[in-house]
């Protein structure tokens, strides 16, 4: 039980790795698309000022500076694994991802070039394989990348402290992990194009489940379903960048993954292309699934909270509501709001997410194309509504049917079944002072007292909204004095593992707790 502790924690934390190059991923995304967008001769056309040298030249340097991060993906993956995998020295875990990666990428073009499989630079991409960092290699994506950054971390925790005979002493200790990692990577890239062509026909068989007709309610279900447990952007990664989300020929290059397809296609080929038609294919797995949550079935989930919990409760309940709202419309953030009902009624949450599953797979029969990544107003607002053939009317009319649909079933679960969410206790004491006057320390102070002080507190971790934090004993929590601290819920996933939610502010909340340990 405990070794199946350990590796549950691993994958937890595995999963909350990934937030850091996609916390990179998403804002520079907007950028990119914004900027994109605007040069684009239809928008051109509508809007004059934008064919002005000097403004088109801006835009067009901002997608250029922009695009650099999306062209190198695997890198950042990296990087990212690496830094929250490792529990020793994140620094030089990065620094050993980062020699690494170059190194398997390198070994992969020597590979390439042995076995006489190097491509000609035109028809590479056909092939499945790519220029990354000016080395022509295998693209295996971000799973490069991951791969890299988890054998850092590993070398990093293992050997930081090494010990070696005082000929080779200078290479002890830190300078011994980029070695090792070196070492390792080397072995790694001469052996992984073999496994790698074996794992893309296992996943290409996937994508017949992703690419079909009913491939959207299982990405859409299944993203809102590995949300409690940190695993979603595991599950999202797989068909967004891998070829379980299908390959894509566009023009004299082959796309892996929804995202590299979905982009050139956005800002590259334009509405005026052929390959525009396409565009719902592609877009059926990405933001209009989230802008479904996130601007419809999220008003009609807070609607019916708000309509079902006690009356002298509504006043502080409607603040607390409209805050979780308007944090997932304008940041795409979800996990406040459905924390508040995910583990006190878990059978509701499934009914939930096979909503959204079904949302998503009546947008694809409906061919709404509406871009990018996040599910935002802003992202409705321009790839929804100022790009064109886009369908994003349809968007409205099933958001709007699902989310009746979705304020009736949770009301009426809500009170059929007696579901205590926020509001509904019979003395509620929604009490958020602390974060809402931004009294980090204060909220410290008394997480680390509740937790059974600094003595209990093995390491303290962040995502997006929740502090996860290790203790040695749990049964010395003080449940009401964490309470205290403004958190809108706690849980406990893992032995000894517990989960603490403060929304968007968690990270200053766990900068305060850091300097108060």
């Avoid at 934008?50 to 993956?77: E, H, K, M, Q, Y």
């Avoid at 009624?345 to 797979?361: D, E, F, K, Q, S």
Wanted: proline share 4%; glycine share 8%.
């Amino acid at each position: 039980m405990k070794r199946k502790g350990k590796f549950s924690e691993s994958i937890q934390r595995f999963g909350r790795t990934l937030l850091l190059p996609i916390g990179v991923l998403a804002p520079v995304g907007m950028i990119l698309g914004i900027s994109g967008a605007l040069v684009q001769p239809y928008m051109i056309e509508r809007f004059a000022f934008l064919g002005n040298d000097n403004v088109n030249a801006i835009l067009v340097s901002i997608r250029t500076i922009a695009s650099i991060i999306f062209d190198n993906i695997p890198l950042l993956f990296a990087m990212g694994v690496a830094y929250g995998m490792s529990k020793k020295d994140k620094g030089i875990s990065v620094f050993a991802a980062t020699v690494g990666y170059l190194t398997l990428i390198i070994t992969m073009n020597v590979w390439l070039t042995l076995t006489g499989k190097m491509a000609d630079p035109e028809v590479m991409t056909q092939v499945g394989q790519i220029n990354v960092l000016g080395i022509q290699t295998m693209n295996i994506s971000a799973a490069g990348g991951i791969i890299t950054g988890l054998i850092a971390a590993w070398a990093t925790d293992k050997y930081y402290n090494l010990e070696l005979p005082t000929a080779l002493a200078f290479f002890s200790g830190k300078k011994s992990v980029p070695i090792i990692t070196i070492g390792v990577m080397i072995a790694i890239g001469a052996v992984l194009p073999f496994i790698w062509e074996f794992f893309v026909g296992i996943l290409m068989k996937l994508s017949v489940v992703f690419v079909s007709a009913v491939g959207p309610f299982f990405t859409a279900a299944g993203e809102r379903l590995f949300i409690p447990f940190g695993l979603h952007h595991v599950w999202n990664a797989l068909f967004r960048f891998t070829e379980a989300g299908g390959s894509y020929v566009i023009g004299d290059e082959t796309f892996v993954g929804v995202v590299p397809a979905m982009t050139e296609v956005l800002f590259n080929q334009g509405p005026n292309s052929e390959y525009w038609a396409m565009l719902p294919k592609l877009t059926r797995f990405m933001a209009q699934q989230q802008m479904l949550v996130t601007l419809f079935l999220f008003p009609a989930i807070a609607l019916a909270m708000y309509r079902a919990a006690r009356v002298e409760n509504r006043p502080v309940v409607k603040s607390m509501l409209i805050t979780m709202v308007l944090t997932a419309v304008l940041g795409n953030v979800t996990e406040p709001l459905e924390f508040t009902f995910v583990f006190i009624a878990p059978l509701l949450y499934v009914a939930y997410a096979c909503i959204v599953g079904i949302g998503a797979v009546l947008l694809s029969f409906a061919s709404v194309g509406i871009g990018y990544i996040r599910g935002t107003i802003f992202d409705f607002a321009i790839f929804g509504l100022l790009y064109e053939k886009t369908n994003w009317i349809f968007l409205v009319l099933i958001g709007l049917g699902l989310a009746v649909v979705t304020y009736f079933f949770f009301y009426w679960a809500i009170t059929k079944f007696d579901i205590k969410t926020p509001g509904r206790e019979e003395s509620q004491n929604v009490d958020n002072t602390l974060i809402k006057e931004k009294r980090y320390g204060e909220i410290a102070d008394i997480v680390v007292r509740a937790l059974g002080g600094k003595g209990n507190i093995i390491n303290v971790d962040n995502c997006i909204t929740r502090l996860r934090i290790d203790v040695a004993d749990v049964r010395v929590i003080d449940k009401d004095l964490l309470q205290t601290s403004g958190c809108t819920g706690f849980f406990l996933p893992a032995e000894k593992h517990v989960h603490i939610v403060y929304g968007p502010q968690v990270e200053f909340v766990r900068n305060a707790v850091d300097e108060k340990l």
